[in-house]
């Protein structure tokens, strides 16, 4: 599902994630200080591997926002953040009704296979789920390096 085009809807299934370079530039711009010792080549060969891996989390987003869907779980906003160009964590705030819901704790086995079956030297995903109480502190997650993708 990956290509080459600056902007690529993924797997929409009128889902509202898009893979943007906007995600992948802010994101590269943590990476930035140290690509200039390494040559030109490798920070090409890094970017280009960030993008794919970016495509590839967005579109394991949109199919945990389908689960989600299934459950009649709506998110409320939905936060990605690069530890490294290999490893990705997506946070996905929903509402504190659906996150205390016994039906809710579905969505942790099919993310955690996701994640399983896609772990390698690679790639990485990792999905983490907090709940919106009125108070979630939105600075606080962004200062944590994490930026909104969600398009609610």
């Given amino acids: 599902m990956v290509n080459n085009h600056n902007i690529q809807e993924v797997y929409n299934r009128e889902l509202p994630i898009v893979n943007s370079d906007s995600y992948v530039e802010e994101m590269l711009s943590f990476f930035q200080e140290g690509w200039t010792e390494r040559g030109k080549d490798e920070v090409e060969k890094s970017k280009e591997k960030f993008r794919k891996n970016v495509a590839l989390s967005l579109n394991y987003t949109n199919d945990v926002i ?14 990605i953040k690069a530890e490294n160009v290999n490893s990705l964590i997506v946070l ?3 509402s504190q009704l659906n996150y205390i819901c016994n039906n ?10 996701i994640e399983l079956k896609n772990r390698s030297e690679d790639y990485a995903i990792k999905f983490d789920f907090t709940f919106d109480s009125n108070h ?3 600075e606080a997650i962004y200062s944590d390096g994490f930026i909104n993708i969600s398009r609610y």
């Fill in 104 to 113: 809710f704790n579905n969505i942790f086995e099919i993310t955690h296979l």
């Fill in 92 to 94: 996905i705030v929903i």
């Fill in 66 to 79: 389908f689960e989600l869907s299934k459950l009649d779980i709506q998110p409320v906003s939905i936060y």
């Fill in 136 to 138: 979630l502190d939105t």
